[in-house]
């Protein structure tokens, strides 16, 4: 799983245009990266693009820092 | 109860612009001066199956200098020209050193209008379309014509008006000509304003070839874009972005500010003719001049140098010229004219934001860029166009012309200060 974890960043940091090492699990895409709304739903679309995931809207407000992220790919991502 | 309306003076105190001539002002007008073209064959996409294969390009520009990296996927080309152009106006104008209040702020503002748009966003997002659940929630806000203003308020932290035109390539000279009105009338004190354009791509050179507006001389790009020459074939499209600072004149002295000119009148008119051809004798353009003529309260007679909208197109420069002829009566035969186009191209929407700051720059120095590629001059355009070399006159006031598509024109007059 440090595969999801690493790829979940390198997507945020390439989003967001911030190092990699600026980022952890505990990372708020808001509050600590400094996300607006629109960044937000992007990096959503890009997760979902690189693990073939379709999130829901509903969960998608529910995913606000790396770590929820992170938790949800492992819960539904296809094995 | 009245209301006594007094209207003020407005100055340019700050000029920048991106374009195929130059990545600042000052290097553009030493090219023009010097005579030199900034057309070349396309690079941007295969042009083997077009009919014109050449441009105006931007070259060098990096928006790296200009905008934060994550912003700058946000943005289609024409806003990254527009804040390059913005930023050189900004410190040109010397607000990078003064710190304005709330209040200041308040009443500035701008009006960046773009004659297409983000087209280049549209053919990219078009060309990769992967369903509703892939549209990025970017692609709206970077190709939307008023974002150039939006993003240039939100870097500068201005709050005052926020609009933008689209008038086709009467755009610049219109979203100054507006500006500078808010200004006169006391709706803002200091405006950013000009235009800015690039649709370097198959969607804009294939779709303006299909009116058989472009130059086809493709063997010889630097010698397509020939305004007034008998052998002209059509414009030669280009991009890039013309800003300027607009500022109440006697805030401008106050702080001690550099001034260019003051926009002395703008008029503008419509053909109600066709939606690309202008009315049989130029009368939008008579009437466009006219009006601002009589807005800057001037004699014809008062005016020594005109930046023709002069793009090149058989039609365009004859019924122009025959409109100055309209106009001027006999100081057409005294009046120098000429077409920067012949050297950047056919900036559209961005046009009238560069040819005013040339303008300008002619009314302040006193000299004139020439129109290049005058070999053999058309009879039915028998006004001095400063052939092949640059000029000089001496006169207070100098004018801008801009037609746009759909019979939309717009002219400015500017004064030495």
Same mark, same amino acid.
């Given at each position: 799983?440090?595969?999801?974890?690493?790829?979940?960043?390198?997507?945020?940091?390439?989003?967001?245009?911030?190092?990699?090492?600026?980022?952890?699990?505990?990372?708020?895409?808001?509050?600590?990266?400094?996300?607006?709304?629109?960044?937000?739903?992007?990096?959503?679309?890009?997760?979902?693009?690189?693990?073939?995931?379709?999130?829901?809207?509903?969960?998608?407000?529910?995913?606000?820092?790396?770590?929820?992220?992170?938790?949800?790919?492992?819960?539904?991502?296809?094995? | 109860?009245?209301?006594?309306?007094?209207?003020?003076?407005?100055?340019?105190?700050?000029?920048?612009?991106? $374009?195929?001539?130059?990545?600042?002002? =000052?290097?553009?007008?030493?090219?023009?001066?010097?005579?030199?073209?900034?057309?070349?064959?396309?690079?941007?996409?295969?042009?083997?199956? @077009?009919?014109?294969?050449?441009?105006?390009?931007?070259? %060098?520009?990096?928006?790296?200098? @200009?905008?934060?990296?994550?912003?700058?996927?946000?943005?289609?080309?024409?806003?990254?020209? &527009?804040?390059?152009?913005? /930023?050189?106006?900004?410190?040109?104008?010397? @607000?990078?050193?003064?710190?304005?209040?709330?209040?200041?702020?308040?009443?500035?503002?701008?009006?960046?209008?773009?004659?297409?748009?983000?087209?280049?966003?549209?053919?990219?997002?078009?060309?990769?379309?992967?369903?509703?659940?892939?549209?990025?929630?970017?692609?709206?806000?970077?190709?939307?014509?008023?974002?150039?203003?939006?993003? &240039?308020?939100?870097?500068? %932290?201005?709050?005052?008006?926020?609009?933008?035109?689209?008038?086709?390539?009467?755009?610049?000279?219109? &979203?100054? +000509?507006?500006?500078?009105?808010?200004?006169?009338?006391?709706?803002?004190?200091?405006?950013? #304003?000009?235009?800015?354009?690039?649709?370097?791509?198959? *969607?804009?050179?294939?779709?303006? #070839?299909?009116?058989?507006?472009?130059?086809?001389? $493709?063997?010889?790009?630097?010698?397509?874009?020939?305004?007034?020459?008998?052998?002209?074939?059509?414009?030669?499209?280009?991009?890039?972005?013309?800003?300027?600072?607009?500022? !109440?004149?006697? *805030?401008?002295?106050?702080?001690? #500010?550099?001034?260019?000119?003051?926009? #002395?009148?703008?008029?503008?008119?419509?053909?109600?003719?066709?939606?690309?051809?202008?009315? =049989?004798?130029? !009368? +939008?353009?008579?009437?466009?001049?006219?009006?601002?003529?009589?807005?800057?309260?001037?004699?014809? !007679?008062?005016? +020594?140098?005109?930046?023709?909208?002069?793009?090149?197109?058989?039609? +365009?420069?004859?019924?122009?010229?025959?409109?100055?002829?309209?106009?001027?009566?006999? /100081?057409? $035969?005294?009046?120098?004219?000429?077409?920067?186009?012949?050297?950047?191209?056919?900036?559209?929407?961005?046009?009238?934001?560069?040819?005013?700051?040339?303008?300008?720059?002619?009314?302040?120095? %006193?000299?004139? =860029?020439?129109?290049? $590629?005058?070999?053999?001059?058309? =009879?039915?355009?028998?006004?001095?166009?400063?052939?092949?070399?640059?000029?000089? @006159?001496?006169?207070?006031?100098?004018?801008?012309?801009?037609?746009?598509?759909?019979?939309?024109?717009?002219?400015?007059?500017?004064?030495?200060?």
């Amino acid at each position: 799983m440090a595969d999801v974890r690493k790829k979940v960043i390198a997507i945020i940091a390439e989003q967001l245009a911030k190092p990699e090492d600026s980022i952890s699990e505990s990372s708020h895409f808001v509050d600590d990266l400094g996300a607006d709304s629109l960044d937000t739903v992007e990096i959503i679309m890009a997760i979902e693009e690189a693990f073939s995931l379709e999130i829901p809207e509903s969960e998608q407000e529910k995913i606000r820092t790396v770590g929820d992220a992170i938790a949800y790919i492992e819960k539904h991502a296809k094995a | 109860m009245t209301r006594t309306v007094q209207r003020r003076r407005v100055v340019i105190t700050g000029m920048g612009s991106v $374009n195929p001539c130059g990545l600042t002002v =000052p290097e553009t007008w030493n090219n023009l001066l010097a005579g030199k073209s900034g057309i070349s064959t396309i690079d941007r996409f295969d042009v083997t199956d @077009f009919a014109c294969k050449i441009a105006g390009q931007v070259k %060098g520009f990096n928006p790296d200098l @200009f905008i934060d990296k994550k912003e700058q996927k946000k943005m289609d080309i024409f806003i990254h020209y &527009a804040l390059g152009a913005a /930023h050189e106006a900004w410190v040109d104008a010397g @607000f990078d050193k003064v710190e304005l209040s709330k209040a200041e702020r308040e009443v500035f503002g701008t009006y960046i209008g773009s004659g297409i748009g983000g087209l280049s966003t549209i053919w990219d997002e078009a060309n990769g379309y992967r369903g509703p659940r892939r549209t990025s929630p970017f692609f709206i806000p970077s190709l939307i014509v008023n974002l150039a203003s939006g993003q &240039a308020s939100i870097k500068y %932290g201005l709050q005052g008006p926020n609009s933008a035109v689209a008038t086709a390539c009467a755009t610049g000279a219109h &979203a100054i +000509g507006d500006a500078a009105r808010l200004i006169a009338f006391g709706y803002a004190d200091r405006m950013m #304003a000009g235009g800015s354009d690039s649709v370097i791509n198959q *969607l804009g050179v294939g779709g303006f #070839a299909a009116m058989r507006a472009l130059s086809t001389r $493709n063997d010889e790009p630097e010698r397509a874009s020939r305004p007034f020459d008998v052998d002209r074939d059509g414009f030669v499209m280009a991009e890039g972005a013309g800003i300027v600072i607009l500022e !109440e004149y006697e *805030l401008a002295k106050a702080r001690g #500010a550099k001034i260019y000119a003051e926009v #002395a009148g703008y008029g503008m008119s419509g053909d109600a003719n066709h939606i690309t051809t202008p009315a =049989p004798e130029g !009368e +939008g353009g008579q009437r466009v001049m006219r009006a601002a003529l009589k807005d800057a309260d001037i004699a014809p !007679e008062q005016v +020594g140098y005109v930046n023709m909208h002069g793009t090149s197109t058989p039609v +365009g420069d004859k019924l122009e010229c025959m409109a100055i002829r309209k106009v001027f009566g006999d /100081h057409a $035969n005294r009046i120098k004219v000429s077409s920067s186009k012949s050297m950047h191209g056919h900036l559209l929407g961005a046009a009238g934001g560069l040819e005013t700051i040339i303008t300008a720059m002619a009314v302040k120095t %006193g000299k004139i =860029p020439p129109t290049i $590629n005058v070999d053999n001059q058309d =009879p039915e355009c028998d006004i001095d166009v400063t052939a092949n070399a640059a000029g000089a @006159f001496d006169a207070e006031y100098a004018m801008n012309n801009g037609f746009g598509f759909g019979g939309t024109n717009g002219c400015l007059v500017l004064r030495k200060v």
